[in-house]
């Protein structure tokens, strides 16, 4: 395909000539029945991509690999909480997804059906996606560390007719069994599925229930020789339902299409990553997060390469851990969440640097504000180019990003790069509605519609929820929000300042916390900080600054916490101005977040003003609110 020589043209013609572009784009999967049509958008905002085309996920990610990569890696396993490591070559992945593809056959599962896949990071809990996609099943990864009562509400919602499982997984050498809170969980919810595929990991009790639970070990072994071919559905049929990570509430159920996201993740790995087939892929991500579905499972596959699955820590059995597989497994790209940069930043950069890191082309960081000496420390420790690049689990991919693929571009610290390739981003002034089109002017970053392949086809089961909270209209021309806020400057590239809820209105200025952050993480003693507005009955509202120190000594005494305090304003005072300073600056041990890894300004805030925190299932560790609500009483 013609290849326009500069970003800039490529972007345009992504918008102006849209369906010529995606159909070009299409050519990088293979359909079954070529599509009639390339966007449907005559009932927006829902979009229907690549209609009439039949294909299959599976067969895209494994079958059509067959010809020319039998005998590649597909699937490389490590753990190092059960000291294993077990690559699965295209072949052998092939035979056995066909294996579990039976195993729900033989469970009764169809086309369409709901199956939730609740495990750790094991070989076989990639073969159950692929294995669901493969028959046309739909399935929903809850992340394996939520207790019962986040899997129950998801129970609830996905219904689903299967439940795939296992007895434990293991986090820093510890058993962490998931059997006990999964019988919790069905018993809770109430929908009840109607079997349970347990895998077996030898490592805590199953308790199976009779006439519900199944031994996947047995199951496979009447299906060793299983022949199962893909079921060609609808480029429109979902894949997958995914919550997001209720950050900011209750989660949302984001249901994704078939070929509209091979389109785009197959895109996306050669324009954003810069990945070819034949070379590894090592995303530290869990495929409980969007993250993992797109680029540890489905994105890599697609495109032919070897991807990394990886249970444990980065930092066990030491922080050179991810390094020595990169080293080992020629990792051409590697792509992680700010949360584990900054948990190696608190190691000796020795442990990264000494492995040979000559493969990789760069790390990719996505989740959530990547700081700037965050980037500055893990850029030095390994010497590599560090992409930030934005995105939710709605879009299913960047929305911002530097596209390298197309046209190498620098990157500008703070920013995660100029809007995507099918992304009409645009700015709207949150306080009169309109279009912002000059530089560096705050505004709700938002997305005209359609969205791009791959982007959510509605709320699950909840068309009327998708419209009403993600759609608005200007001007009779449909938005999509992001609920984040950002700034683009005179390059086109953009600055993310925070979500839309986490703008603070001090005195009449409009304050995003991720400025005020960003600025408190400048001082050398913080190693993090969270700020939130509190109501203030002379200001409207104030900034308050939770900060966890790289060495809680220095905090020890009042006195020294004081004078501290009085430093960190200092520095806000200085590189924002007195009107971003913030009321008060705490120091904690830890900071509330998400399992994700993100923080929990929402709670922060609700107990600083002493309202209740709302829904908490996906928080992370409880004390850490715990010690904000005896600072704040
Ligand atoms: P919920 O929508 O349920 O409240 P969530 O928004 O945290 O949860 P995700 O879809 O996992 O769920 O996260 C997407 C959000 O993460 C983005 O909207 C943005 O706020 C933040 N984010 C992602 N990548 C970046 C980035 N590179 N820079 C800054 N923020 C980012
Ligand atoms: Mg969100």
């Not at 020319?68 to 753990?79: C, E, K």
């Not at 390094?323 to 584990?340: I, N």
């Not at 900034?543 to 005494?557: E, I, R």
């Amino acid at each position: 395909m013609a290849l326009p020589s500069t970003y800039a043209d490529f972007y345009r013609r992504s918008i102006d000539d849209r369906d010529a572009f995606w159909a070009e784009q299409a050519q990088l999967v293979d359909w079954h029945k070529p599509f009639d049509r390339v966007c449907n958008y005559d009932k927006a905002p829902f979009a229907r991509w690549f209609e009439g085309g039949l294909t299959n996920l599976c067969h895209n990610a494994v079958d059509r690999h067959l010809k020319d990569r039998a005998d590649q890696n597909a699937l490389i396993f490590v753990s190092t909480e059960t000291d294993t490591e077990t690559v699965y070559s295209y072949r052998e992945l092939h035979a056995e997804v066909q294996r579990m593809a039976a195993i729900l056959r033989s469970l009764g599962v169809g086309k369409g059906d709901r199956v939730l896949i609740y495990m750790p990071m094991i070989a076989e809990a990639c073969f159950a996606m692929l294995a669901c996609a493969r028959i046309g099943a739909i399935h929903s990864v809850v992340f394996g560390g939520f207790a019962s009562h986040s899997l129950a509400s998801r129970i609830d919602d996905a219904q689903p007719k299967l439940v795939i499982s296992a007895d434990a997984g293991m986090r820093s050498g510890k058993v962490v069994p998931y059997k006990h809170l999964l019988d919790e969980a069905i018993s809770l919810a109430v929908h009840k599925p109607q079997h349970v595929l347990m895998v077996n990991r030898g490592l805590a009790d199953l308790a199976p229930v009779a006439g519900r639970d199944v031994d996947y070990a047995s199951l496979r072994q009447q299906h060793l020789g299983a022949q199962v071919p893909c079921e060609w559905v609808d480029s429109t049929h979902p894949s997958y339902i995914l919550y997001t990570s209720g950050t900011t509430g209750k989660p949302k159920g984001v249901q994704r299409d078939t070929g509209g996201y091979a389109v785009a993740l197959a895109a996306s790995m050669r324009h954003i990553y810069m990945a070819q087939p034949g070379e590894t892929y090592f995303s530290t991500s869990d495929i409980g997060w969007v993250v993992g579905h797109s680029y540890i499972i489905y994105g890599p596959l697609i495109n032919g390469m070897a991807t990394i699955m990886y249970e444990g820590l980065p930092t066990r059995p030491d922080a050179g851990i991810w390094w020595s597989l990169v080293e080992k497994y020629k990792v051409s790209v590697m792509f992680s969440a700010p949360t584990a940069a900054r948990v190696l930043k608190k190691q000796d950069p020795a442990y990264l640097s000494k492995y040979d890191l000559s493969s990789l082309k760069a790390l990719f960081l996505a989740g959530e504000p990547l700081d700037e000496p965050t980037a500055t420390w893990i850029a030095n420790a390994i010497q590599k180019p560090i992409i930030d690049n934005y995105w939710q689990t709605e879009t299913g991919w960047p929305i911002m990003a530097v596209c390298n693929g197309i046209e190498p571009a620098p990157t500008k610290f703070g920013s995660p790069g100029k809007a995507v390739y099918g992304y009409d981003v645009r700015l709207i002034d949150e306080s009169t509605g309109e279009e912002i089109t000059e530089p560096n002017k705050k505004g709700v970053i938002a997305v005209e519609g359609p969205l791009p392949p791959g982007c959510l086809q509605t709320v699950w089961g909840d068309d009327a929820r998708y419209v009403k909270t993600y759609w608005s209209s200007i001007h009779g021309r449909t938005m999509y929000s992001t609920f984040d806020w950002g700034v683009r400057d005179a390059d086109g590239y953009f600055f993310i300042l925070g979500r839309t809820d986490d703008v603070i209105n001090v005195a009449g200025h409009r304050l995003g916390t991720r400025e005020i952050e960003e600025s408190i993480s400048s001082h050398p003693a913080v190693a993090e900080v969270a700020v939130v507005g509190v109501a203030d009955q002379l200001k409207g509202q104030v900034a308050v600054a939770f900060a966890v120190l790289k060495d809680p000594a220095l905090a020890a005494s009042e006195a020294d916490a004081l004078k501290l305090e009085g430093a960190v304003m200092k520095v806000v005072d200085e590189q924002l101005g007195a009107v971003a300073r913030p009321a008060h600056v705490r120091f904690v041990s830890v900071l509330p977040k998400t399992r994700s890894g993100k923080l929990l300004r929402r709670a922060i805030q609700a107990v600083c003003e002493g309202r209740d925190p709302g829904d908490l299932t996906t928080m992370d560790d409880p004390t850490a609110l715990q010690q904000i609500r005896e600072l704040v009483s």
